[in-house]
T-cell receptor
């Protein structure tokens, strides 16, 4: 168990640019989640995959956001035409199926700064 | 809709002392899960303790225990023998019971920043 890995740790970009983040979940976990966390707030749910299927997407996720999980392994989160309001920590988590008995394991996050 | 409230934005405690962090939630569900997560300055979110709503016995994990009051919709975290490494943001979170059709997302409180002082 090498844990959930996120890349990059930090990303600084100019407004209007596109950015892509990657998340590698724990290998036997079939569920993968993306959350966004701004300073002083708890994480906000963005989207959730079970294997390669994107089962839920928050209304927070505008058309500029897209997430994929090809082959049910790693996932990418892309933000197009970034805005300053997109500045946040983007957290990835993974779990097995099973709710209580399968808590989420989080990565270290990717901190995005849009200038 | 479910909501989670943590009414203490900041708390501090002396090393070796005991501290209790409060959490209340609102839901119409009868069965659900509750969690406390810790986010140290290094920022990785780590599960501290969890509780199933249908279990009356309070969960305990070493120095961490909860006081789960289902009728009052309260889920407080007690940290005994506080250590410097316990300094972190603590988040209370709620998840609906695992059945088909229920979403799997966690609903989070705003967090409590705990400082353990030497």
């Amino acid at each position: 168990d090498t844990g959930v890995s996120q890349d990059p740790r930090h990303k600084i970009t100019k407004r209007g640019q596109n950015v892509t983040f990657r998340c590698d979940p724990i290998s036997e976990h079939n569920r993968l989640y993306w959350y966004r966390q701004t300073l002083g707030q708890g994480p906000e749910f963005l989207t959730y995959f079970q294997n390669e299927a994107q089962l839920e997407k928050s209304r927070l996720l505008s058309d500029r956001f897209s997430a994929e999980r090809p082959k049910g392994s790693f996932s990418t989160l892309e933000i197009q035409r970034t805005e300053q309001g997109d500045s946040a920590m983007y957290l990835c988590a993974s779990s097995r199926s099973g709710g209580y008995n399968s808590p989420l394991h989080f990565g270290n996050g990717t901190r995005l700064t849009v200038t | 809709a479910q909501t989670v409230t943590q009414s203490q934005p900041e708390m501090s405690v002396q090393e070796a002392e005991t501290v209790t962090l409060s959490c209340t939630y609102d839901t119409s569900e009868n069965n659900y899960y509750l969690f406390w997560y810790k986010q140290p300055p290094s920022r990785q979110m780590i599960l501290v303790i969890r509780q199933e709503a249908y279990k009356q016995q309070n969960a305990t994990e070493n120095r961490f225990s909860v006081n789960f009051q289902k009728a009052a919709k309260s889920f407080s975290l007690k940290i005994s023998d506080s250590q410097l490494g316990d300094t972190a943001m603590y988040f209370c979170a709620f998840m609906k019971h695992e059945v088909a059709g229920n979403n799997r997302k966690l609903i989070w409180g705003l967090g409590t920043s705990l400082a353990v002082n030497p």
